[in-house]
């Protein structure tokens, strides 16, 4: 074999151990945290689970994740939006999407919702300041999920998967 071979799979393997570490976060019950390379997240408890009080600010290697107007700022005031693919696999290890259920169950006044919009599929924002969307676990069709948006009122919605939205995870 020849030593490109090695070099290839020596490269692969640090940069999933890398990749790996990137998604590990230490959670602090005490301290209500979700500590992870990127940003602490506040954490609370409701519904029957641990939530993220802030919204997902993790960058998607592959180039999926985007912030709402293309601003690095708003990314870090709002976090990230994600379309609903890369949404099924960014929560940290130990971590994933809520269900519509979770968010029925949920009480919206402690998840400290911030109205930061979506993305469309090609690339044009919308609703910052009018609407919070969130992805959940629930697939509808090949095509849809169900988003959840909120106003002054929570409703799901099945929307098409490439559209990029905000993200709240739960630990498992």
């Not at 993220?52 to 708003?74: Q, W």
């Amino acid at each position: 074999m020849s030593i490109k071979f090695f070099a290839l799979i020596a490269t692969a393997a640090i940069t999933l151990t890398a990749c790996q570490k990137a998604n590990t976060c230490t959670y602090n019950a005490e301290s209500s945290e979700l500590v992870c390379v990127e940003k602490s997240y506040k954490t609370v408890n409701t519904g029957n689970h641990i939530w993220m009080a802030e919204n997902l600010a993790r960058l998607d290697l592959t180039g999926t994740s985007h912030c709402y107007g293309d601003s690095a700022r708003n990314c870090e005031i709002y976090g990230s939006l994600y379309p609903y693919e890369t949404a099924t696999k960014i929560c940290p290890e130990g971590w994933t999407l809520p269900t519509q259920a979770d968010f029925e169950n949920a009480d919206f006044n402690v998840l400290n919702v911030a109205k930061a919009g979506f993305r469309y599929y090609d690339g044009k924002s919308a609703d910052m300041g009018a609407s919070a969307s969130f992805w959940t676990a629930d697939n509808f069709d090949e095509s849809r999920a169900v988003l959840v948006r909120v106003t002054d009122s929570v409703v799901y919605e099945h929307f098409n998967k490439s559209i990029s939205a905000s993200l709240r995870c739960i630990k498992k």
